[in-house]
Structures are given as structure tokens and as C-alpha cells.
């Protein structure tokens, strides 16, 4: 989404830019055209002077034509461009759409020019048909079309009907001018009425269809592509290779009359030929010539802006070479090579002499810049003879083909204007030129650095990239400027003309940028869409994947109920039910993966079910609890008593938060230390140390209290301070959010002691995927999204998340959770139902020795649980002590069970405590002595030989694996306490729906006979007294008022009555009798002293639809369970009517 | 000796029933309620469902055969048949019954007796197998599917 939306504005920011930079161009063009046709005049009749020595006076009458009729076709050109310009920026669409009619009128502006001027145009068939300048009469139209007449000066900017019907093939939504014909109707009249011009416009069409072709292949791809696009561009690249040519093209002209300015200048100067014998310091005279004439040149280079010099050369007869040599005190040198297209050094000192030819043309003046080639005799290079010899016989300024300049190596053509003696007439044959000639004037056209120039003026070369190309062999256009683009974007040609050789300019609009970006984003948008397949795919997968696991899990769980089932000892029972536990968590966890699609969608929404937090942080021990052991990790959870029994909120993802933070401190502790789960009212912070809880009070005396060599943790291993884990939180216990007097915020603290985590990755520990660093997942493996995960959820909890970490310390992550306080009542701890015998701890007594304060406490805390009160002593020595102490008072009494913690615990010592409890019993009391309060061993691992050798030597009674929790702690203790029963208490132990069905009264309405008996079978396997009839209609008798049933289960779908309709009976009736009982119609005696009759019904159907849901409650029924039975979900449905009665 | 392979052999015919997809889920869980107190639970409803689907067989036959099919009808003994399939795990046959059905829905009394032929012929396979497990069952002494009731 957001590549498109970048591509986009990508889009919009181009089209835009290229509106501006049409904006600019309008201006533009508008201003250089305008002050053209002001300043053009007298730059024309500059020109018209220039040129009236050299062509005589034959040729004036043709020029003013000429210039008139140029002048006529600048005004039209103009007109018509303001006209097409001020339309088009109306609207693109607008402006397209009225592309034909804004090139109808202005052919029809053009035919009256034509009209006007036909003498004119004849005329200038005939002058133009001589010459060998090129017109081209084209109506030029595409998107942004335009009529232009064009003549050898003006530049051509022409676009060929082909390239338009490809462009209009492209937008089609310009279909309607597809009509070659419709667009250029002058162009048909124009040739129809005027056959002398048909003519004219067959010449130069092939060239420019030709330099076309491979452009237009070029084009298409972008084209298509752009669709929207190119329509700006084209006006853009067009317009700017129009102002180039412009700019290009006067310049050129302007340097064209200049350098026959300089002949005509020059020409005195070469009458010294003749002159100079008769001067007696002809050198002097002559260095003085050549000093002004350098001078001059380079004080009016800025008048030839395209020209990087001007040389000239004098006609030299062989029979006066001795004398010219002697004159200016040099040979005359020949060029390295006459092949003149080859690179060549040139250093006169270095060449040789030139041979002997019947004349010579060298260089005697020279401007600074070009000053390496004076002496040279400009015959000797082929380009340059043939020039020179042109030159002379026409009379006219020639250019060579492109070649590569002298010493500069650029490419360049060089002009050269023959200078003659005497004023010849504009007929004159080229045998009168040849004898007239003194010598030659040349200009050098460096064209590469030139058009560099210029661009850098123009300040557009980042935008448009330029070739000019030499095509007066139109076959094998030559490169002049510009790398040669291989696969162009908008391409557009202009022709350039000077004299007899023909230019053409190429402009690419940044095009290729542009098709770079936009390359790039189909590419993005490829990947995306790559992306969101694959994103599909994941889903899918993970769906599939999480599908697939859940099916052996299920044969797993099975049988792990199953070992359940047979006779256990508490420890084995305890891994069963890790195991099953682990298990069932697993395919939540798979199921918890696929909402974190849920989770990014922004659509997971929270539960607010009450349930038992102390509960669940068991449940997550149990879960991991095999992860720590083996890693010899201790693992602890401890609630503060300040927080409520029962919460209500989301248990699962309460529990997945605290989840994924264990399990994270599990992976990054090794070896030693523990992971401490802690749980306090988030007000409880604020509390003074005084009457802080001590676990949460633990982080402030931390840094000060090291006794002995052990730092008061949970393992006496040093951890960071948990206080600044949550030092960034801005609403941590701040009361006012609590206005509704029944929430609270719980501050939960996750520390281990682990490797921390790194400074520098700190900062983006909560990024999806993002683990510490690369190296994290090679070594510990995951994916990196459980953090992000947490932090989502915590947020959704109203809470924040936050943590303080040293790497070599550990970690301690924090967070801040909103909860609704729940009332006990409504949840029914399970264990006390499924385990009346839970109760027999109450008020009992128990001493924990534990060298940890810490760990001390989240033992206490445990046997609190149970109603169990708990004394600290800190060795084993200090509980002797107490003990003695306690032998007077009622406390050593009922003193039932001493836990000891393994890291105080060795043989001899605990030996003699023994020896110790039991003679202190003894002497103490002597009636109940038979009451030895039991020992318990608490330790992380033991071996099964050292807990055999503990059990059987009376150490210890029982050894109590941690992590603590209330499932092994009731399960221990039972064994302990009911050893003379021992077998009765963990065998088949009847599971919690046999609790809930037991002896419940069950109606079973099924038509079908085999489903009937099977849901008979299953109710009565948990101990429900089933009765089971057949119809609705039995049904609606067995269950009027009075009746005994508890519960109904109701197929839907029956012969006669349906589920539905029978359902709807009841509850009538039901409410008939409820009314009489209430009106006092009826006593409730009659009525089974029952004063309000509901009689929960359970659908049983197949298929398990919303709809059907939905009409199962419409109807009255109370839930549904589907068929076959599942446990789980017959469990669920009938806790809800069975849990509290 | 004998008894441990004969119940393997159990063991292996329910696996390659549920394999094959002649029996599901549903068909354990029946067995996972059998117990000491109702040790004949699963054949004791096998047996039903055979008796009470030879006679629905029957209804749907007499309602194909007979006259202008009446679908409603026929969809509703349909139904109460796949109901006991689907109850007593009996996968392939209700199937067979759900394509049945959607016949039915269709009004389709071609693609309707085309299925029927489909639905018997699973049905006769089932119960010959059945049959021969619950011998074999017999024989092998009382259920192992589970562990507790043994001791």
C-alpha cells in the first residue's frame, strides 16, 4: 500500500513539475520568441549586410524574401504557439482534446500566409529549390500539436504522421484523431494546391521518418507505461529541444556572420602579400597585424559564442612559398595525417614541412585559442582542403562533416568563408572565385563543448539529456554531443541546420530517470504484490502448519489423559499433567501465532472474563517449568497479597505476555540464577518502604545490603534494579485513571539473571523480528516477534511495557496491566472443588528455612495459598532456635511441616535437625508426639537415587520440586499428610466435569436412537443420571413443573417437534408456572418448592453455525454443545449452569 | 501371549480403519467411554446403529422407488441416517450421505439414487467390517483402550 501510494505521489509530484516546468517553458519560450522577433530584424539585416559582399548584388532581392517570408513565418509560428500554448494549459485533457481544432486554425492561419505571400512562395520555391537548404512543410501534431513551417533557419521541430498514429494508438482516449487526414488537413491542400511544394516536402521527410524509427521503437515501451505521463512530457522534451535548436541555431548564425564579419576585416591585411615586399621591416609590421588581429579575435570571441576559434590561412602559390617562407621566418608545416577524421597531436615544432603542392593555405593568424596551428598548411588535411576549395569556387561560408578538431580532439566541424581581392559578382564561375581568392577564414564549431556550455546556461542538463547528431548522410548519423542512449525514454528530435550540413538534436526528457523510478516502482509493486501473496501464503501455512500439529497433539494429549488415569505417584502424576498442560498450551500458543495477525490488523480484541491470576502464573510455571529445570534455573512466581483474588480481564493473553517474557529469560539465562515473576498492585509502589511488600521493596535495599558475599535475590545471585524498569512509565499507579473504584493496575516483573541484553540493541527490542542481534536467533533461536507481540498486547491492556537490562547482570522487564477487580465468588477456584481434601490445610502451621529472604517469601506465599501460615527462619540453626522459643507457646503445636530449602540443607545438619524436632517434640509435649510436623526438602533437581535416599532415610518426608506452585505443593502435601491412605488420593481422581455432572439429573431428547444412546453414554461416563426419550413431544412431559431434571440436552432437528419448537414450549410453560408461583396463584409447594422454574437446555447439533447459535438463544435454550461430545466444550457449556449450584 | 497379538491385531484393524477413512474420531471417543461399567458400550451402540439404519435404508429405498420422489422427506430420513453415521464415526458412509443430501437439496432423483447405491455400499462394507472387529475384539478380551481399567 504504501509503494503504491509513494508511486503515487511520485506520479502526482512529476505530472506537477512537468506542469511547472511547462509553466517555465511557456515564459520562456514566449519571452525568446518574442524578443526573437524583436531582435531578430536587425540581427537579420546584420546578416543581410554580411552576406551582400559575398553574394553580390544579385542576391539582396532574394534575401529581403527570404527575411520577409521568415519574418511571415515567425509571426505564424508565434501566434500559433501562444494560441496552442494558452490552450493547453487551460487542461491537459481539454487542451488534447482541442489539439486538431487549434491545428486546423492555424493551418488555416498558415494557407492565408500562403495565400498572401504566393509571389512570395514562388519565389521561394525557386531560391529554395536551387539551394540546397532544406524546407519542411509539416503539420506537426501530436498531443501537443503544432504547425510549423520551417525553412533552412528556422528549426523543424516535426513530428511524422506515423509517430503520431503510434502516439494516438497509445492514447486511445483520443482515438477520434486517428485520422491521419483529419489532423493535417492543410498539409493535403497545401501539397494539392501548391505542387512545387509537394516537392520540397519529400526531401526532407524521408530523413527525418528515417532518424524516427528507431526512435519511436524506443519510445513505445515508456510510452505505454506513461500513459498519463508522456502526454507533459512530450510538450516538455519538445519544447526544450526547441529552444535549444533556437538557441543552438542563432548562435550559430550569429557566429556565421561574425567570422564573415572577420574575413571581410581581415581581406586588407592580405593585400601585404603584394604589399609587404615593398615595407622594408615587414616582420615588424606583420607581428604588429598579428598582435591586433589576436587581439581582436579574442576581444569578439563572445560575438562567435559557438566557435572555439577562428584561424586565417593565406592562398599561398608554390612559386611564392620561398618568399612567404622568408617573410614570416617558418615553413610551412603539413598536417600529421591528411586523413583528417583520425586523432592527431599538434605541435608545429614537431611536424614536418609540407611537400610540395601547386598551392598552400597556411595559417598565418590565428586567435589565442587556436594559435597551435598557425604555419599549418590547412591543404594538407583533407577535410579541410576540400573545404577551402568549396569555399572558394562557391563563395559561400562551408562546413566540413564533423571531425575531430586538432590538439582539442573534440569532435567539430569547421567553417570556412573564402576571402577574396576583389568584389565578384554573385554569378561569377568558380574560376573567377579561385583567381580572386587571397585566402581563407575558419572557424572552428567545437561542438561538444559548446552545447555543454550552452546547457550549463540553460541549467537544465540534469533534466533533459541532449545528443546532436550530424545527419547529412542520413543513414549514418554521426554522434556530435551526447553518450549515446541505448534505450531512451521520450525522445524527441529537432532538426538543426547549418548551411549544408544537417544537425538533428535529440532531447530526452529525464526520462531516463524517470523511467528509472518508475522502474523501480513496478518493481516495488511486483514485490508487493510478491510480498502480499506471500503474506497470504504465510497465513495459509501457518494455518495449515497449526492444523497439522494439533492433530498428533490431540493422539499426545489422549494419551497423557489416559497415564493420568492410572496410579501415579504424585510426581508422576505432576509430569503427566505438566505434560498435558505444556501440551494443551502448545496448541494455544499455535493458535495465539495466528492471531498475530490479528494483533497487527489492529482486530484482536480482549476478553474481560474473571479468572484466577494466581492460577495462571502456575499454569505458565508448569508450562516452562521443564525449560528451567534443565537448565537448572530456578523459577519463581509471588503475588502480592494486595491483589485480588480474582481478576477480571484476558487470561490467555495476560498469560502469553508473562509467557513470552519467561520464556525469553529462559533462553538468556544459563546455568545459574533464577527467573522471579512478580505480581503487585501498581499503587503498591508508592508505598514507603516500611510497609512495602518485601519481594517489591527487594530492587531499594539491593545495592546496600549484601551480608554474606550473597546478594538478597531470589538465588543470591545479583540482578538489576527492577525500580528503573519501570522508572519511563507515565501512568504507573497514578490513581486518577482508576476513577471507577473496582479497577486496578497490576505491576508485573519479569527478572532473570541472565546475559542482558546488549546497549546498543536496547532501543529495538520491541521491532517485530528484531532480535538483539543477528547472531541472537543462531544461538538462541525464535523469531523475534514475542516482545512485539507483548507490547502490543500490553498496550491493549491500557498498560505499558519497559525493562532495564545489563549485559552480564540480566534483565528485568516490567509491565503495567489494567484489571477489574472480580469478586471470588464468581470464580470458584477449581481446585477447591475438584479437591475437598484442599481444605484439610487450613490453619495449619508451617517454618520455611531459607537462606533467601526472597525465595523465602514466594514460599510463604504459596502455603498462604492454602490457608497455610508460615514462619521464616533463615538457617537451620536460627529455626532450632525458634523452635525452643516456640516449645513454650501454642505455636509449636500444631507446627504440621517444616520446608527447607536445598541450599541450607545437608546430611549431617539436617540429620541432627531431625534428631533435634523429634526429641523437642518429645519433650516438649508428650501427648502428641505421634504429630511430627513433616519435613519437606525444596529443590530445583534431584536425582531419583538421592530423593530415594532422603525418603528412606527420614530426612525429609516428601522433596518438593520447584518451581512452587499450588498443583505440586497440594499434591506433596497430600502424599505427606495422607501416606496411611496413600493411593487413595491421586487414584482416579474424578475429572472436573464428572464433578460437575455427578448425580445430575439429565434429559436426553434425540430422535435418532444411536445418537440418543451414545449421548447417554458419554453423560452418564461423568456420572449424570440420564433419561432419555425420543421426541419433543416427550420432552415437553417429562419437563413440565414439577420435575427433576437439571439440565436438558435437545437435538434440534426432529420429526414433528423440532429442538426449537419444543424449547419454546417449555419456557412457556415454565413461565406460566413462574407467574402463578409469583401471583400466588399456585403455592410452591406444588411446584417441588422451586420458586422459579428454568430448566437449562442444551442444544446438541452438528453443525455449529452462527445462525443456528443464534436461534438456539432466540428460541430460550441456554447454550448448545455440539455432537459428537467433545469434553472440553461440554465442560464449558455445563459449568455454567452447574459451577455455583 | 496369544491374547497380547490378537489385541494387536485390534489395535492395527481399528488403525487401518481409521486410515482408511471407514471410521473417525468419533469412533475412539465412543470406545474411550467405555468402561468397567459399561463394557459393551461401543458394540452395544454398533449394533443399534445397524438395526436402526437397516430400517432408514429401508424408508429412503421405499421413497425412491415409489412414485414422485418426495425430497423433503427423503432429506429428513436422510438426515436422522447420517445423524447415527456421523455419531458412531462411520466417516465414509456419511459421506456419502452428505452428497446424498446435497442431491436432495438439488432435486436431483438421479444424482439422489446414484448416491443411495454408495451409501448401501458402505454401509454393507462397514458392518462386515465392524463385524469381524468386534470378534476379533472378543476374542482378544476386554478393550485395552484404556490403560486403567486393567489394573
Known sequence: MTCSAGAGVFLKLSRLFVKIRRWVLVRMSLNCKLSGLNGRLPNCSKLKKAKEPLHGPNSVRKWRRELLFFFCLLVSVVLGSIGFLLSFNHGTLWGKEKAPNSCEEKAQILLQHFNLSKNQLHALTSLLSESDQMTSLQCTKELGSKVQLSDGITCALSVTCSEMQQLHKQHRWVADNDEPRDQCPVQDETISRKPSLSMLDDSPVPFISQSRVYSISANNQICEKNILQSGALVDCVKEHCESFCTIIKDQFNVSMNHVHALAILVSPFTMGNILLPLISDVNSVFSMITENICAYTERTAFERPLTSGVAYALKVPHSERELFEKQHGWTIKKMETEDQTLVQDCIPEKLDPAPIHDEYAPVIFSQETVSHIVSIDMMSGKEDRENILRARATGKG???????????????????????????????????????????????????????????????????????????????????????????????????????????????????????????????????????????????????????????????????????????????????????????????????????????????????????????????????????????????????????????????????????????????????????????????????????????????????????????????????????????????????????????????????????????????????????????????????????????????????????????????????????????SSLDSKWQQCDPSVSEFQGLRALVIDKSNIRAEVTRYHLQRLGITADIAFSLKLARSYLSSACKTSLSTNLSMVLIDKDVWDKETCLSFHQFLKDHRQNSSTEISINLPKIFLLTTSISPRERFEIKSAGFADNVLIKPLRLGVLIACLQDAFASGKKGQVSRKKPSTLGILLRQKRILVVDDNVVNRRVAEGALSKYGAIVTCVESGKAALAMLKPPHSFDACFMDLQMPEMDGFEATRQIRCMESKVNKEI???????????????????????????????????????????????????????????????? | MDRNHLKRQVDFMKRSFLDQGYLDEQFIQLEELQDDDNPNFVEEIVTLFFNDSARLLQNIEQALVSGPIDFPSLDNYMHQFKGSSSSIGAKRVKNECTRFKEYCTAGNAEGCLRTFVQVKQEHAILKTKLETYFQLAKQAGPSGTSGGQIR
Not at chain 1, 422454574?1093 to 453455525?1105: C, G
Not at chain 1, 469434553?1127 to 459449568?1135: D, G, H, I, T
Request: charged letters at 20%; aromatic letters at 6%; a negative charge.
Open chain 1, 398 to 824: 562551408v562546413l566540413t562533416s564533423p571531425f575531430k578538431l586538432l590538439k582539442s580532439n573534440h569532435l567539430g566541424v569547421v567553417l570556412t568563408f573564402a576571402v577574396y581581392n576583389t568584389d565578384l559578382p554573385l554569378d561569377a564561375m568558380p574560376e573567377q572565385r579561385i583567381e580572386a581568392t587571397v585566402g581563407y577564414l575558419g572557424a572552428s564549431y567545437d561542438v561538444p563543448s559548446l552545447v555543454e556550455k550552452l546547457l550549463h546556461q540553460l541549467a537544465c542538463k540534469q533534466m533533459i539529456v541532449v545528443n546532436v547528431y550530424d545527419t547529412t548522410n542520413a543513414s549514418a548519423p554521426i554522434n556530435m554531443y551526447g553518450d549515446e542512449v541505448t534505450d531512451t525514454g521520450l525522445l524527441q528530435t529537432s532538426n538543426l541546420d547549418f548551411g549544408d550540413h544537417n544537425g538533428s538534436m535529440r532531447c530526452i526528457a529525464a526520462i531516463n530517470r524517470i523511467a528509472k523510478v518508475e522502474e523501480a516502482c513496478r518493481i516495488m509493486t511486483k514485490l508487493k504484490v510478491r510480498a502480499e501473496a506471500a503474506d497470504v501464503a504465510k497465513t495459509q501455512f501457518l494455518a495449515t502448519v497449526s492444523h497439522e500439529i494439533r492433530t498428533p497433539m490431540n493422539g499426545v494429549l489422549g494419551m497423557l489423559q489416559m497415564l493420568m488415569d492410572t496410579d501415579l505417584d504424585p510426581n508422576q502424576l505432576d509430569y503427566a499433567q505438566t505434560a498435558h498442560a505444556s501440551g494443551k498450551d502448545l496448541i494455544a500458543l499455535i493458535n495465539e501465532v495466528l492471531d498475530q495477525a490479528k494483533i497487527e490488523s489492529g482486530r484482536l480484541e480482549l476478553e474481560a472474563v474473571p479468572f484466577d491470576l494466581r492460577a495462571v502464573l502456575d499454569n505458565v510455571l508448569s508450562l516452562l517449568s521443564g525449560k528451567s529445570n534443565k537448565k537448572g534455573i530456578e523459577l519463581a512466581v509471588y503475588v502480592s497479597n494486595q491483589v485480588p483474588e480474582v481478576v477480571i480481564g484476558d487470561p490467555g493473553r495476560f498469560r502469553q505476555i508473562i509467557t513470552n517474557l519467561v520464556g525469553n529469560s529462559i533462553k538468556f539465562t544459563n546455568d545459574k540464577g533464577h527467573i522471579f515473576i512478580s505480581v503487585h498492585l501498581a499503587d503498591e509502589v508508592r508505598g514507603t518502604p516500611v510497609i512495602m511488600d518485601q519481594v517489591l521493596g527487594q530492587g531499594l535495599s539491593l545495592a546496600h545490603d549484601m551480608s554474606d558475599g550473597t546478594y538478597k535475590t531470589l538465588s543470591g545471585i545479583p540482578v538489576v534494579d527492577r525500580w528503573k524498569s519501570w522508572k519511563s512509565f507515565k501512568k504507573l499507579g497514578s490513581t486518577i485513571s482508576m476513577e471507577e473504584s473496582d479497577m486496578i493496575k497490576l505491576l508485573v516483573t519479569v527478572e532473570d539473571t541472565g546475559v542482558g541484553i546488549p546497549l546498543e540493541a536496547q532501543n529495538r527490542i520491541f521491532t517485530p523480528f528484531m532480535q538483539a542481534d543477528s547472531s541472537t536467533s543462531r544461538t538462541y533461536g525464535g523469531t523475534g516477534i514475542g516482545l512485539s507481540i507483548s507490547e502490543r498486547l500490553v498496550h491493549l491492556m491500557g498498560g505499558e511495557i519497559g525493562f532495564v537490562s545489563e549485559p552480564g547482570t540480566g534483565s528485568t522487564f516490567s509491565f503495567t496491566g489494567v484489571f477489574r477487580k472480580g469478586e471470588t
Open chain 1, 1078 to 1141: 409469583v401471583s400466588g396463584d399456585a403455592s410452591i409447594e406444588m411446584f417441588g418448592n422451586k420458586a422459579h422454574w428454568h430448566t437449562p437446555i442444551l442444544a446438541m447439533t452438528a453443525d455449529v453455525i452462527q445462525a443456528t447459535n443464534e436461534e438456539c438463544m432466540k428460541c430460550g435454550m441456554d447454550d448448545y454443545v455440539s455432537k459428537p461430545f467433545e469434553e472440553e466444550q461440554l465442560y464449558s457449556a455445563v459449568a455454567h449452569f452447574f459451577e455455583s449450584g
